[in-house]
């Protein structure tokens, strides 16, 4: 079988991962990792000083180890995990994208990292102010009226959106039943329609990916309260006639909703406000770059046209007479708080961070995401099968077809071979209008360099799959636990922690 030539990906194919036990396993009575000088001042009783009820007599068990054996344990564990920093994560729909380090400088500042969000607002001007820029900002990127900052994540801030709508409705005097919702939109939109008290409606795409929008025309009646599409969609691709769309629900009084998701295709390019929208969310931890994943933090900021500014959350940031900032609760027709405060602080400081580190050039970072989705997929088009021949924007999504037909290799196969690679997984099996799914996105921070890599190893495993398809199936080979029972794992999970029954899964 020939193998890629990189040195770096064959390198990753043979690399070991040793075991390491817990620490408390390494402990021997004696051992030191340092040691303290003598005192050179009085010794003190703790128990006097401190009051014998706060002072403990000793921690039982706690580990006796040398300082050699503790930095190469806690350097063995940060080997485990993959992250951005080591390599890219072209996960479809997520935009993985790398975090600067100058996020992580700006959020610990004193007077950013140390305030509380009790203090008055008299004391709080300088948050404040990071807060009114933050949103001036991203009302320009999103050409909207008006933003609440509170939303802690895009599905909250999914249900923060269609609350403002049925709020408005309400208004109007009627909620309306349904929620409309592409096959093609992000996989939380059905289940926040629900929670919001809608039923919905599932709408088919048409041969090329795109909503439908004479059939949508029929479905859009006096009883939908609004569609909510994501655009660019889960395929990758941008909504050509959205502007058409949003004549044809406003005609009918309903409202549109732009899963902002995907914003990293469109930001200083396209301005959804511009093309008909009427509320929408952003992932602050996507498209703007904070750290996303392992369950947060994030952000979910919620912009909208004005005919819903009256209903936003409170509290709402305001300027006073005199110019000083100050947060507003006293709103009759807020839909009340989605979150405590104002939202997570300190993931808006990291993406106020980058807006003002790239400033005109977030334009720039957009371009360079779909140009960077693009080459992936011209280098990779013919050898995985490519369901739809629209242009992708910052994602593409292939099937595992022609590994199927070939050898029955899937994408979740393919997915675990890329592991011995030294790349994270794409996303697989989604969207689910494309079976099979195969679905990357490589976002602005990749080189050339680690696109050509990925593009590679891509085409090695496609070989493999042809040549040798048990192999590939039974990936990965290099990691420290080879390939789970997935299904055995999700039908019957081990929820208490037994040594021996993990080991002998991990073998």
């Known amino acids: 079988m020939n193998g890629p030539t990189n040195k770096r990906i064959e390198k990753a194919s043979t690399h070991p991962s040793q075991n390491e036990g817990l620490i408390f396993e390494k402990s021997s009575p004696g051992k030191r990792a340092f040691e303290l000088p003598p005192l050179d001042v009085p010794d003190a009783n703790a128990s006097s000083a401190l009051g014998k009820h706060f002072r403990a007599d000793g921690v039982s068990g706690f580990p006796e180890v040398s300082e050699i054996e503790v930095v190469r344990h806690f350097t063995r564990l940060s080997t485990w995990n ?40 008299e004391l709080s001007q300088g948050c404040l102010k990071i807060l009114q820029l933050l949103e001036k900002c991203l009302l320009e990127i999103t050409g909207m009226d008006a933003i609440t900052l509170q939303p802690a994540a895009g599905a909250q801030g999914e249900l ?54 004479e059939k949508l025309r029929d479905l859009v009646t006096e009883e939908v309260a609004a569609l909510m599409i994501t655009n660019p969609s889960t395929l990758g691709i941008f909504e050509e006639r959205i502007p058409e769309i949003a004549q044809i629900l406003h005609a009918k009084g309903a409202l549109l909703y732009m899963d902002g998701a995907n914003m990293n295709a469109l930001t200083g390019i396209a301005r959804p406000g511009d093309l008909g929208v009427d509320v929408m ?20 900021p919620v912009a909208m046209k004005k005919i819903l500014e009256p209903f936003k959350p409170v509290p709402v940031l305001v300027e006073k007479g005199d110019g000083k900032l100050a947060l507003d609760s006293n709103r009759p027709d807020s839909i009340g708080k989605v979150r405590a405060f104002t939202g997570n602080f300190g993931v808006l400081v990291r993406a106020l961070a980058y807006i003002l580190a790239y400033g005109s050039g977030v334009r720039q970072a957009t371009e360079d995401a779909v140009l960077n989705a693009n080459y992936i997929r011209k280098g990779l088009e013919g050898v995985y099968d490519l369901p739809y021949s629209l242009p992708s924007l910052h994602e593409v999504v292939f099937s595992d077809a022609i590994q199927k037909r070939n050898g029955g290799v899937n994408t979740m196969d393919i997915a675990k071979r890329l592991i011995d690679y030294g790349f994270h997984p794409y996303t697989t099996a989604f969207p689910l209008i494309v079976p099979g799914a195969l679905m990357i996105e490589p976002t602005e921070s990749e080189s050339k360099e680690e696109c050509d890599l990925f593009i590679q190893a891509m085409k090695s495993i496609a070989e493999e799959a042809a040549q040798d398809p048990e192999f590939v199936k039974h990936a990965p080979h290099t990691t420290r636990v080879s390939r789970l029972d997935e299904v055995t794992a999700a039908r019957k999970p081990i929820l208490r922690w037994n040594p021996a029954g993990a080991s002998k899964a991990a073998r």
């Open 82 to 121: 993959y992250a951005i920093d080591l390599g890219m994560y072209p996960l479809g729909s997520c935009t993985m994208k790398y975090n600067p380090r100058v996020n992580e400088f700006v959020a610990r500042l004193d007077g950013i990292a140390s305030e509380h969000p009790y203090q008055p607002d």
């Open 160 to 213: 923060t959106g269609l609350l403002l709508i049925r709020s408005y409705l309400e208004r109007q005097g009627n909620p309306r039943k349904k929620v409309l919702i592409p096959d093609s939109a992000h996989g939380t939109n059905p289940a926040t329609a629900v929670i919001a008290g809608y039923e919905v409606e599932n709408i088919k795409s048409e041969s090329h990916g795109q909503i439908d929008v």
């Open 281 to 300: 969310h952003l992932n602050l931890h996507k498209t703007f770059s904070t750290p996303h994943g392992g369950g947060g933090p994030g952000a979910g």
